[in-house]
């Protein structure tokens, strides 16, 4: 019998990616790969891009550099695909920067890698970036049992892809391309396969998930929180999320589906960009800062324990301090559980990028260190009072000490726990008892989940 061949993926970027990624070795497994952790001993490396900052562009060369050298030294014939939205936004350049590289392969032509795979083999170096008529989900295999049960109880399921709100910084419309909805059939079997596999908790994804507008079985356009509604009646199903969303897209039955769905967790991740209605603007947002906030607060209404997270651009093209100071002020006001933060970053083809009144890197460098000390208090903030608080985790893995577990709250915080009367895959109502910075530790409950939090909680106190 031959010895199975071996498939690296590395994804970077998004969720997107990683589901994307595990999509990509679901099909190659039926050609016979089997995946491996380390590179070296790889027969085919996909790298699985991200182009939303230069930063991340950029370090798939330094990758693919790595990887040549490797191939070089070992005089091994690993076959190299780079797959993401860099192969989609610079299909061409990657060819001619990386001679390494076999097969350049575009988000929507995932289900054409084995044929992509066998033309590189005989010689060709393959680029595909089209967006073809068919729908790759049609072609692309479920994950076996096996394949599930390695990735453990959580899982992505993408119901919607690409993007139309064309933000003036963003590279997302152009290499994920118009927003598309997944029919709300496949998805369902999609999850109902994932929890028979032991699956469960299941996090929606999709570049702007809450514009999800697929087909029903009825005929008519679901919205998401239709779609949530249904998939939590399903059996097995323990805990739903769904990220990224708009602000612009949290319809009212979103909002209440928050109210009215247990499996929902309390949880959160609405980007926002910036405080400054001038700033939102000019980045073509679509609301201002009174939207956001007026958001916020019905979904507290319906939903006193949900906690938020977001993400924030400093730097955008003409904001002065005086904007900046109105995204420290919103931060202030809402109290974030978490945050990622980013400098802008210049995107060839953007509107944005174009833009005269660029901010220098040295204010940039400033601007974030000042944001980044208020999100990290404000989730310090958020980590402390959670301790004494009992609610449930999801156990997911082992801990580095024998007989530990770690799981997920609600708020997706990691929490360890000593020796926990059941397993991974469990529920477990735990009383938190440290807190740290990169994790809570907790204690089996005696006592039911503490009810519902007050505001004050969220807010941050500082
Ligand atoms: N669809 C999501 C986010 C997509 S990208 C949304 O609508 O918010 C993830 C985050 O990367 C964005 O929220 C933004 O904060 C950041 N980002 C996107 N383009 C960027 C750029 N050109 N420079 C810096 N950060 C950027
Ligand atoms: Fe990019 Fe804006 Fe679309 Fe989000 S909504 S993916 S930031 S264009
Ligand atoms: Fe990056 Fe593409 Fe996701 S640019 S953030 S991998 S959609």
């Not at 990616?17 to 050609?31: C, F, G, I, P, W």
């Not at 050298?69 to 695909?81: F, H, L, R, Y």
Request: glycine fraction near 8%.
């Amino acid at each position: 019998m031959h010895e199975p061949r071996k498939l690296y993926v590395k994804s970077f970027g998004c969720q997107m990616n990683v589901y994307d990624s595990h999509r990509m070795a679901d099909t190659l497994a039926r050609e016979g790969y089997v995946e491996t952790q380390d590179p070296a001993e790889a027969d085919l490396v996909i790298l699985n891009t991200c182009h939303i900052r230069e930063k991340a562009a950029e370090k798939v060369y330094s990758e693919l550099g790595r990887l040549r050298k490797q191939k070089q030294e070992a005089g091994s014939d690993t076959m190299i695909a780079v797959a993401g939205c860099v192969a989609q936004a610079e299909g061409a350049e990657i060819m001619r920067r990386a001679p390494v590289v076999d097969v350049v392969v575009g988000p929507q032509s995932y289900h054409r890698l084995p044929e992509l795979l066998a033309e590189a083999k005989a010689g060709k170096r393959v680029v595909d970036t089209e967006f073809p008529a068919e729908d790759k989900f049609d072609h692309l295999p479920a994950p076996t049992r096996a394949a599930t049960r390695k990735r453990g109880p959580t899982a992505f399921v993408t119901v919607q892809e690409g993007c139309d709100k064309f933000c003036t910084f963003c590279v997302v419309p152009y290499t994920r391309g118009a927003e598309v909805s997944r029919p709300v059939t496949k998805i369902l079997d999609e999850a109902a396969r994932l929890l028979d596999q032991g699956v469960r908790e299941i996090t929606l994804i999709g570049q702007n998930v809450n514009a999800f507008h697929g087909e029903g079985p009825d005929g008519k356009v679901w919205t998401l929180a239709r779609l949530m509604e249904r998939l939590a009646q399903m059996e097995g199903l323990a805990r739903l999320r769904y990220t990224t969303s708009h602000p612009r897209d949290m319809g009212d039955d979103l909002i209440a589906a928050h109210r009215d769905l247990p499996q929902l967790m309390p949880y959160l991740h609405l980007p926002v960009q910036s405080g400054s209605d001038r700033i939102l603007a000019a980045m073509n947002r679509k609301h201002g800062r009174d939207l956001f906030l007026s958001l916020i607060e019905k979904m507290r209404g319906v939903r006193p324990d949900l906690a938020l997270s977001s993400d924030f651009i400093v730097g955008f093209p003409g904001e002065t301090d005086r904007d900046f100071e109105d995204t420290l002020d919103l931060v202030r006001e809402v109290g974030f559980a978490s945050a990622y933060s980013f400098k802008y970053s210049a995107r060839p083809g953007t509107p944005a990028a174009d833009h005269e009144a660029q901010v220098s890197e040295e204010v940039k460098t400033e601007r974030l260190a000042e944001l980044q000390k208020l999100l990290e208090a404000s989730k310090s903030a958020f980590d402390a009072a959670c301790r004494g608080r009992t609610f449930d985790i999801l156990l997911e893995k082992p801990g580095r000490q024998p007989g530990q577990l770690i799981g997920r709250s609600p708020y997706l915080q990691s929490v360890v726990v000593n020796d926990p009367p059941v397993g991974i895959g469990e529920l477990l109502t735990v009383t938190i008892t440290d807190v740290g910075p990169n994790s809570l530790a907790g204690v089996t409950a005696e006592t039911p989940p503490s009810p519902v939090l007050s505001r004050p909680l969220a807010a941050m106190e500082a």
